[in-house]
């Protein structure tokens, strides 16, 4: 028996990275999947892979029109939708407040921000029909603390905004057996930490006490238990899985 049999997921940001790798674990769970991305290709392939409880379409999840068509294709495909995991982001230039220009600042607010609160909205009612849901936001370390100059104002500001937001929906859809949790990654080998840094993870390597950083399956097992039943009391909180970077 699965762990997520039963359950209707939406991933974004699912093409690649940890988004891929949540999929890839729902689906071995048992969930129908609906996996998202701006990159179809990758997406397409990848959902075909995954058999018949996989399915893509293309989003960009800072536009509504877009979110209404992957709810209406994922119920028509599988019913109503009882997980989303809100995970397609940007990391953004890496500079200092002072050089980091206006429009670059809105696109990271809107990628990692504003999309979780579309996806909220539109996902939620389908939640409400099947009487139970689960919304996993993919925040950050820097959605916790700033560090040392990495990443920028932006995406420390949108990785908060993202934290607030699930408390908000916590408390707002409590009672209708809908629950909120965001989770705070670390460093994580993935193609955007990879892009990132020169060594895949620089200096704060330093700083993990594990000493190395994370593979995306295991955040996806922390994301699975937070999608599942077996974390029916848990909501409106945050969690960590940063090998120790936040205990210093
Ligand atoms: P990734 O490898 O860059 O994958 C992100 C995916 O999101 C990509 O496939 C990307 O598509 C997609 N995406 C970007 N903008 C989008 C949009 N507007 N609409 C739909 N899809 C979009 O990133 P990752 O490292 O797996 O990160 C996943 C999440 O974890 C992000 O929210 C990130 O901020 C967070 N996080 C990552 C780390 C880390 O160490 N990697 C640490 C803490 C938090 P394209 O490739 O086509 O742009």
């Known amino acids: 028996m699965g762990r997520l049999d039963g359950k209707v997921a939406i991933v974004t940001g699912a093409s690649r990275g940890m988004g891929e790798s949540h999929a890839k674990r729902f689906i071995k769970e048992g969930a129908k999947v609906m996996l998202t991305d701006l990159n179809e290709e990758s997406g397409q392939k990848l959902a075909a892979e995954l058999g018949d409880n996989a399915r893509f379409t293309k989003q960009d999840v800072t536009k ?140 704060a390597l330093k700083e993990i006490f594990l000493g190395r950083l994370a593979e995306a399956d295991e955040v996806s097992s922390l994301v699975l238990f937070l999608a599942s039943d077996e974390s029916s009391y848990i909501t409106g909180a945050e969690h960590k899985i940063d090998a120790g970077m936040s205990a210093h």
């Open 64 to 203: 509504l029109e877009d979110w209404t068509r992957v709810v209406a294709a994922t119920e028509e495909a599988f019913g109503p939708i009882t997980i989303l995991v809100n995970n397609a982001g940007i990391l953004g230039p890496v500079t200092t407040t002072v050089d980091l220009d206006e429009e670059a600042y809105q696109k990271v607010m809107s990628i990692n921000a504003d999309s979780q609160f579309l996806g909220a909205k539109s996902v939620i009612p389908s939640m409400l029909k099947a009487g139970i849901g689960s919304i996993v936001n993919i925040s950050s370390l820097a959605g916790l603390r700033a560090n040392y100059g990495f990443p920028s104002l932006a995406y420390v500001a949108s990785k908060f905004a993202t934290r607030g937001m699930t408390k908000a929906i916590a408390a707002e859809y409590g009672a209708n057996n809908i629950r909120a949790n965001s989770v705070h990654p670390g460093f994580i080998n993935t193609p955007m930490m990879v892009e990132a840094t020169d060594e895949g993870g620089g200096d």
